[in-house]
């Protein structure tokens, strides 16, 4: 035997082992489609609840006068929901779509060492911006509008376009353009995270993933009603919003059940859509939540002027951080 048969014989099992990396079973033996079938229901009946929980808390605030929006309670709270989606953007989505686009099992469909993950969530956050500017300057654009004819109209007509043109501030238009923008983002996370689940058949994955999203939908669901809140849709608006973020990972999840058969989370398409979709969604999160969420609400009066309210504001921030990263390691 000489040593190029030595070689063989070692680099051998490397060889199998890298080629099974990309099968579909993913090299665990604990297949058991029915035990699994049980966990995905109590993980879409916990999750729906956690979630649904979640973003209504901030809603109490019609209730309970700490709650409202214009209470430290509730900037608190914001804060932390806040870092929570900091988190969910930085250490839970981008690690999730580097994953995905830089997969050796894409083969000669990869994009080498380009970061092409981080590309997108950077065009992403720019898109936001863009979209963000067009709106608002729509909007002044209207408003200049509006006080250029009340010079052209009666009194009565003054009066009616008096009272639509100052009807919606830029301020509230901007808190529902942040809060649409982001419940887009979250939406996009949170169904390829229920396809995922839905379509695995390993309940020692499915098991732990169960506490673990439940607390990371209550975490987003708390960052999202707060924004909803401040927005001050109409009641139906807010219904469904609130409905959409609250079974959006659960009928994800009934959608992977559905699809378990048939889907391959190691094939090119699927690694590449996902891969798109959670660096779009990390994008949009991490602009979210430093530009639309935290910088403007660290800049209000009440935080400047208070050195009591920033040590609380830092506190809460912190600890969204601390406990959204924590969950990585299960979710």
């Known amino acids: 035997m000489n040593i190029n048969h030595l070689l063989l014989l070692f680099l051998f099992p490397v060889y199998i082992s890298a080629e099974c990396t990309c099968e579909e079973s993913d090299g665990l033996n604990d297949h058991n489609k029915n035990q699994a079938l049980r966990f995905k229901l109590i993980a879409i009946a916990s999750i729906l609840v956690s979630g649904a929980f979640g973003v209504c808390i901030p809603q109490f605030g019609k209730v309970f006068e700490s709650f ?3 209470s430290k309670v509730f900037l608190v709270v914001k804060f932390f929901a806040s870092g929570v989606i900091l988190a969910t953007g930085f250490v839970h989505v981008l690690p999730d779509a580097n994953e995905s686009l830089e ?8 994009w080498g060492d380009f970061p092409l993950a981080s590309f997108v969530a950077m065009l ?4 936001v911006m863009m979209v963000e500017t067009a709106v608002t300057s729509l909007f002044n654009r209207s408003k200049c509008y509006n006080k250029t004819a009340e ?3 009666g009194d009565e007509e003054k009066h009616a376009n008096n009272g639509h043109a100052t009807g919606l501030s830029q301020g509230l238009l901007r808190h529902r353009v942040i809060s649409q923008v982001l419940e887009i983002g979250i939406i996009i996370h949170s169904v390829i995270i229920g396809i995922s689940l839905g379509a695995s058949v390993h309940p020692k994955i499915i098991k732990p993933l169960i506490v673990a999203l439940s607390f990371h939908q209550m975490f987003e669901g708390m960052a999202l009603g ?5 927005a ?3 009641i139906g608006t807010v219904i469904t919003m609130l409905m959409f973020f609250s079974l959006t990972t659960p009928l994800g ?3 992977g059940i559905g699809i378990a058969n048939a889907y391959n989370e190691n094939s090119h398409a699927a690694l590449i859509v996902e891969g798109i979709l959670n660096a779009s969604s990390a994008g949009i999160l991490i602009y979210m939540a430093l530009v639309d969420l935290l910088a403007m609400d660290i800049m209000k009066s009440k935080v400047q ?27």
């Not at 992403?124 to 898109?127: C, D, E």
């Not at 707060?226 to 401040?230: A, D, F, G, K, V």
């Open 226 to 230: 707060s924004c909803i809140t401040e």
């Open 305 to 331: 002027t208070s050195f009591r309210l920033q040590s609380l504001a830092f506190f809460s921030i912190f600890l969204g951080l601390g406990c959204m990263s924590l969950l990585a390691k299960w979710a």
């Open 151 to 153: 010079h052209h109209v």
């Open 253 to 255: 999840i009934a959608v």
């Open 232 to 234: 001050k849709f109409k």
């Open 103 to 110: 997969s050796p099992c894409l083969g000669d469909k990869s």
């Open 124 to 127: 992403a956050a720019v898109t």
């Open 68 to 70: 409202s929006p214009e």
